[in-house]
Every structure is written in structure tokens, then in C-alpha cells.
């Protein structure tokens, strides 16, 4: 072989080695990323509860005294406690909301009333941080938030089998709420789904008439050009700038609620639209002309054209590009702050008109909270958009494999 | 059939785009404002919507500034009632307000204190305004009537009591709240001490203020964003920086991080109140009365607030960080937000 082969083929090597040492950078550093967050997440998905031994009376139940009896559960545990404000640190073990399940667990049963029965309830955040191991015993006290006979205490119960920390099933039923060991992701949830709805609905069936308007309609002049340049430069529009927009508009304008995923679904809609004309635009002029032709040679109007032929071969790439602009918008946030999506909402959402916020959002106000508990919430609510994203690409790379036509 | 499904689809669009022309009443209270009131307006609103009959109204983290624009933007159910705030309402805000036709009540709720930072791993700080502003400022006086940029390249070289480390400081940037409230209260006080900035003060409060609030640009402080948990997180891997963040961020990370000693006092919970600490501001939140009436609950709301399971000393706001104020001021405070006492400034 001469020298030059050699060297020519050395070089091709190298090349591939090149390549190759990319998606490995990209694969190490995708993987760190994911494990961080999924270590940091995962206390999230758990939950300690506490062994309560309630007694409810039917006159506890007329009067709705379910906090004080609550109290009265915790305090038995340690009855020599009279001081007003250790009161408060034992009682501060359960969670605040403590009353609501017991509460709830009555309802449920009835039977319960007049009787002293167990009931697990949740503890509070500092409690479920220190069981998890998250502080250490062996800081001073002043630098710790559970202090020493809390330690004490928590140890008690532990060894009286009070103690269980089980898989936190309501993280992913509840709403926000401002107390770690309560809050969930549910409402979050909803309000990306009704929100991605309202995009949806308003943006493909707009972007994709639009496309095929200017693929297949459309002459080719100056002002055809002018639209041309327009969207290709809207895709590139830093998003808060959709935010004013809505503002501008569809608050101020046509007075429509605020922090109301109709308003954040339009609003993202205008940001994919588009996305989706020009992955629609790509996906129609990949259509070979010679279907058009032969469909037109048979005595096809341009209608039957359009929609028979040009359109459902063009599918997958539409919805490709659809899912892909959805997923952008699962993601966004800036443009919902304008809005009012930027807000604190513990009511689950039932339709588009109601207050909501979106996953980015949650994740963001976690992220802010000074409770420590809401690390772990922060990641965890990043895994459950992760998985968000991660499901619809995967949806997209289906529907091009399933409906996709080599000619 | 693909026509069909995408004439479904538009059909659908345009139906709801028509649907939220008409006006819509509003049985659920709108709140904006500051991101430093959020966590205590947060927590009031989900005790509120549990333990009463109305809806848990909706908590909007926007910005003092940014709420005062919405809240004074009018009257009627497209704009908030509530605004909270990390500062006292400004004379223009107040002003734009009272063209709008709105008359406002105002409720301080308690404190909330600055707290500048390291890891305990690091050095321990004692602090005083002048060293506060010797060490951050852009420009420093050079003693002989005018003014040179900082020179100060270590901590000793501000005060030889000081640890030698280099100075290095992240805190907000000037869009936040902290921000405006750390400049003027710990730069400002600080700037006073000289006699020739004092002197500056009374001739020109213009360019006394350009000297005091401008934070030197040369890497020595850092905008580390508004998020005070990324503060933290930073000061814990990097012991020889200092952080400037919320009270609370302390309280909650005290296993990790320490507060500077300012003018010899910690920052804690008692000297915040007491108002020993002096790098701390007061929180406020301001109610539309026009609202009160139409929409259901405030008046309910702003009485669950300033009630003494709320902000007293042993209420879930002091849970949550919450500095209360004296007990006299809060009775004198909740007596004025239950009258909902029109501020006239």
C-alpha cells in the first residue's frame, strides 16, 4: 500500500474516532446530568409517616376539632411536656396537615367514631429530612433545625415501630402547597395538559392550513416572500416576547382571565406556530411531484390532491414537528410569567379557565423555596417533566416510523 | 376523513377563542408582588382556602415592581387585589394609583433581615456598614476630598481585623428586591460614616446616592442570580466567598452556612425583631378597596393574615421565616387592616 492510502485511511479513522468521542461527551455528560437530579430527586418519591393513636368522640366530629385532637395524639407521647413552646416543637413533628388525613380517614369510615384507633399520618418536613439522613446528629444543636428532644423523641417513636417511611403516592394526586411534605405535582400536570391542549387546538390546525396554503396555493411573489421571512424570523423570537404579547392582547384586549391556560395555551400556540409551518412545509415539498401529477392525471381536483394524497403523506412529518413544537412549549415559562402562570395554585384545575400553572413553573417556584425539603421536590419534579419529554419524543419517533414511505 | 378530523380541530379552536370573549366574574382572590412576601402569602392563602369556605386565592410571585403595576393598572375583575411588597409603596406608584380610581389599604406584616453569609467551613465575619461599604463599593473616597475606584483587593486591606481571604461576594442583581434593600441599608448607612460623602449628602443627594448604591464591577462582587438557594449552594462549595441573601435561607440551611456579625449583632431570629440587626426591612401587602366586597374574601383574607395564629411569635408565618413585629404595632396594624384604613401619602 503506499504511504498516501495509508495516511488517506488513517485519516478516515480518525475521523470516526472523532465522532464517536462527541456522542460519547454528549452520552457522559446527558448521564450525569440525569443521575445528579435522579439522587437528588428521589427522597422526593418517598414520604415518612408516623403512627398516631387518635380518639375521635361524635361531638369532635360535629365541631370539626380534628387539629386539636391531632395535638392531643401527639402530646400523649410525652405528657410530661407542659412548656407552651416544647408543646408546639413536639407537635411539630406530624405534619400541619395531619388533621386532613385523619379527618378524611373518618369520613371514610364511619365506624371510626367513638373509638381510639392507629392512623399513619405524615411527619413534617424536618422530621422526614432527619429520618432520611439528610442532617446529621453530630452538629451542634444551634445548627440544626431539629433540635435535640426532637432527636429524642423521633428515636422513641422509631423504636415503638411509630416509624415508616413508605412510597409517596399523594406527590402525584395533589396540588402545590407551601409545606414540602404536602405539596405535589398533580396540579402542575393538569394544568400543562389543558394548557398543551389549547396550544394544540389552536396551533396545528393554523399552522398546517397555513403550510399548505403557502406549498401548494400560493403564487410566488414579493409578498409571499415577505410572510416567508416573517416566520422563519417568529421562530427565532426570544418567547417572554409571545408573553407581552398575550398580555397586550388576550388580557388587556379581549379581557380574558389571568393565570387561565386558555390564555397560556394561546400564548404558547403563537410560539410553536411557527415551528410547525415550516416542519409542515418540509414535510409537503418531500412529497414527490409525481404524485401530484398522477393524481391530477386521473382527474383529480386539487382538492382531492391536497387531501388525499399530498396531506397524509405528509403525516408524519407534520406530526413530527408538532410534537417536537409541543414539547418546546411543555418546557417554556418565560412567556407565562407576563400572564400570570408564574403563581402559587394549590386547587387542582378543572377545565382551561381555571387558575393554573404548568410543570416548568412548579419546578421553578420549588426551586425558589427556602424549605429544604423542596430540593429533593425541585429534582423530582424535574423527573417527571424529564419523563414528559422524553414520552412525547419517543411518541414522535413512532409516528414517523409507523406512518414514514420510502419511494 | 383527514379533512374531517382537521375541520374538528379548527372548529374546536375557534370555539374556545370565542367562548372567553365574554366577561367573567371572579370568585377567587387575585394576589401579586414581591417574591420575598411569596412564601408568607403563600402560606396564609393555603391555610385560608383549607379552614374556610372560600377558594385558596391565587399567589402570583411578580416582583414589588411588577405588582405595583398591575395592582394600580385599575379597578375591575381583569386586575388583582392584592399586592404584596418587600418596600413601601413609592409617592409615583401611589400616585398612578389614585388617578386609576383606586384607594388602597396598607398592612405591614413583619420583618424580614439581609443576611451576608459564608460556609461554616470558612472564616467568621465581623462586620461594620463602613466595611460593607469599603469592600463593595465602585468607587470609595481617597481621603483627600475626592473620590478613587475601590482598590481593596482582600478583606484586610478594608480592615486589618478582617480575614486576608479575597473578596468575593455573590449576591442579587439590581432587578431584585434584596438588592435595592441591601444597597440601602447596609451601603448607604456605611457611605454616611464619611465625612465627606455625609458633607455630599446634604449639597447634592443625587450624587450621593450614585456613590452609595453603586456596587464595584470588577469581579469582586458576583451576580449570582435572584434565587437565594443557588446562593447557597455556591458559598457551600466555595468557603471563601460571602452570599447576600434572605433571613430565612439561613435559618433553613444553618447546618451549612453562617450569618456575618454586623455592628456586633448576629443575625437572628430575636435582634432581627428587635431590630438590633441592621440590615433589615420591613414587608408590607397592599389591598384594592374597591375589591373588597365584589370579590369574596379578602376582607376574611386580610383578617387571617394579621391574626396572631399568622404572624404572631408562635404562628406558621414565623415557621416559615417570618420576623413578627412588636406586639403593640401588630395589635395597632390589625386593628387598621380590619377598619381596611384608606393610606394617604
Known amino acids: ?407 | 376523513m383527514k379533512l374531517k378530523t382537521l375541520a374538528l380541530a379548527a372548529s374546536v379552536a375557534v370555539a374556545s377563542i370565542s367562548m372567553v370573549g365574554v366577561a367573567h366574574a371572579r370568585d377567587q382572590i387575585q394576589i401579586v408582588g414581591s417574591s420575598t412576601v411569596f412564601p408568607f402569602s403563600t402560606k396564609v392563602a393555603e391555610e385560608f382556602g383549607r379552614s374556610t369556605k372560600f377558594k385558596t386565592p391565587v399567589v402570583e410571585s411578580t416582583g414589588s415592581g411588577g405588582g405595583m403595576k398591575l395592582f394600580c393598572s385599575g379597578v375591575g375583575m381583569e386586575h388583582p387585589d392584592i399586592t404584596n411588597a418587600s418596600r413601601r409603596i413609592k409617592s409615583r406608584e401611589f400616585k398612578k394609583c389614585t388617578e386609576n380610581g383606586i384607594t388602597i389599604t396598607e398592612v405591614k406584616v413583619g420583618y424580614d433581615g439581609i443576611v451576608l453569609g459564608n460556609a461554616k467551613s470558612g472564616p467568621d465575619f465581623f462586620l461594620t456598614t463602613k466595611d460593607i461599604f469599603l469592600a463593595l463599593a465602585k468607587d470609595i473616597p481617597d481621603g483627600k476630598g475626592g473620590l478613587i475606584a475601590n482598590p481593596h483587593k482582600t478583606w484586610a486591606d478594608v480592615n486589618k481585623n478582617l480575614p486576608t481571604t479575597k473578596i468575593e461576594v455573590l449576591g442579587p442583581p439590581p432587578t431584585s428586591g434584596t438588592r435595592d434593600a441591601f444597597v440601602e441599608l447596609a451601603m448607604e448607612k456605611g457611605a454616611k460614616q464619611f465625612p465627606e460623602l455625609k458633607a455630599l449628602k446634604k449639597s447634592d443627594k443625587r450624587a450621593f446616592k450614585v456613590v452609595a448604591h453603586s456596587i464595584r464591577e470588577d469581579g469582586a462582587f458576583i451576580e449570582a442570580g435572584e434565587n437565594d438557594n443557588l446562593i447557597v449552594q455556591k458559598l457551600i462549595a466555595n468557603p471563601n466567598a460571602v452570599g447576600i441573601f434572605g433571613f430565612s435561607f439561613l435559618d433553613q440551611n444553618a447546618d451549612k452556612i453562617k450569618g456575618a456579625i454586623v455592628e456586633g449583632n448576629m443575625p437572628s431570629f430575636e435582634r432581627i425583631a428587635n431590630g438590633d440587626y441592621p440590615i433589615s426591612r420591613s414587608l408590607f401587602f397592599y389591598v384594592k378597596k374597591e375589591h373588597v366586597g365584589k370579590v369574596p374574601g379578602i376582607a376574611e383574607f386580610v383578617a387571617a393574615f394579621t391574626s396572631e395564629d399568622a404572624w404572631g411569635p408562635d404562628g406558621y408565618l414565623v415557621d416559615k421565616g417570618l420576623i413578627p413585629l412588636p406586639e403593640a404595632d401588630r395589635a395597632s396594624m390589625a386593628k387598621q387592616a380590619k377598619a381596611l384604613a384608606t393610606l394617604a401619602m
Open chain 1, 1 to 407: 500500500m503506499s504511504e498516501r492510502t495509508k495516511q488517506r485511511y488513517a485519516a478516515e479513522r480518525r475521523f470516526r474516532l472523532y465522532g464517536l468521542a462527541a456522542i460519547g461527551a454528549a452520552v457522559l455528560v446527558l448521564a450525569t446530568l440525569v443521575t445528579s437530579i435522579g439522587i437528588v430527586g428521589m427522597p422526593a418519591f418517598f414520604q415518612t409517616y408516623i403512627k398516631l393513636d387518635v380518639t375521635v368522640d361524635a361531638a369532635d366530629v360535629e365541631s370539626g376539632r380534628f387539629r386539636q385532637l391531632t395535638f392531643d395524639a401527639v402530646y400523649a407521647f410525652h405528657p410530661e411536656v407542659t412548656d407552651r413552646r416544647e408543646k408546639k416543637r413536639l407537635r411539630g413533628i406530624v405534619s400541619s396537615g395531619a388533621d386532613r388525613e385523619i379527618r378524611l380517614a373518618v369520613a371514610d369510615d364511619p365506624s371510626l367514631i367513638g373509638t381510639t384507633f392507629p392512623i399513619w399520618v405524615r411527619s413534617s418536613d424536618d422530621i422526614d429530612i432527619f429520618i432520611k439522613g439528610q442532617v446529621s446528629r453530630d452538629l451542634p444543636q444551634e445548627d440544626r433545625r431539629v433540635k435535640d428532644n426532637e432527636i429524642a423523641w423521633v428515636d422513641g417513636l422509631v423504636e415503638q415501630g411509630r416509624v415508616e417511611t413508605r412510597f409517596n403516592f399523594s406527590f402525584f394526586s395533589t396540588g402545590d402547597s407551601r409545606e414540602p411534605e404536602q405539596a405535589g405535582i398533580w396540579g402542575a400536570v393538569v394544568g400543562s395538559f389543558f394548557t398543551l391542549c389549547v396550544a394544540l387546538a389552536v396551533s396545528f390546525p393554523l399552522g398546517v392550513l397555513a403550510a399548505i396554503y403557502l406549498e401548494e396555493y400560493a403564487p410566488q411573489n414579493r409578498w409571499t416572500d415577505l410572510i416567508e421571512v416573517n416566520i422563519n424570523n417568529l421562530a427565532a423570537v426570544p418567547s417572554i416576547v409571545f408573553g407581552l404579547l398575550g398580555l397586550a392582547m388576550f388580557l388587556n384586549f379581549f379581557g380574558m382571565p389571568r393565570s387561565a391556560p386558555v390564555v397560556g395555551g394561546m400564548v404558547l400556540a403563537l410560539m410553536t406556530l411557527p415551528t410547525i409551518i415550516i416542519a409542515t412545509r418540509a414535510a409537503l415539498k418531500a412529497v414527490p411531484p409525481s404524485i401530484r401529477e398522477a393524481a391530477l392525471g386521473i382527474g383529480a381536483s386539487e382538492l382531492q390532491v391536497v387531501t388525499h394524497h399530498v396531506v397524509p403523506l405528509a403525516m408524519p412529518g407534520i406530526l413530527t414537528g408538532t410534537i417536537i413544537g409541543m414539547a418546546q412549549a411543555l418546557g417554556e415559562t418565560a412567556p407565562l410569567l407576563m400572564i400570570g402562570m408564574v403563581a402559587f395554585i394549590v386547587d387542582i384545575p378543572q377545565g382551561i379557565f381555571d387558575p393554573s400553572t404548568v410543570l416548568p413553573v412548579q419546578i421553578y417556584i420549588w426551586a425558589d423555596s427556602p424549605e429544604r425539603a423542596f430540593v429533593a421536590k425541585t429534582s423530582a419534579a424535574i423527573l417527571v417533566l424529564l419523563t414528559f419529554l422524553v414520552c412525547m419524543n419517543a411518541i414522535a419517533v413512532m409516528l414517523r416510523k409507523r406512518f414514514e414511505r420510502r419511494w
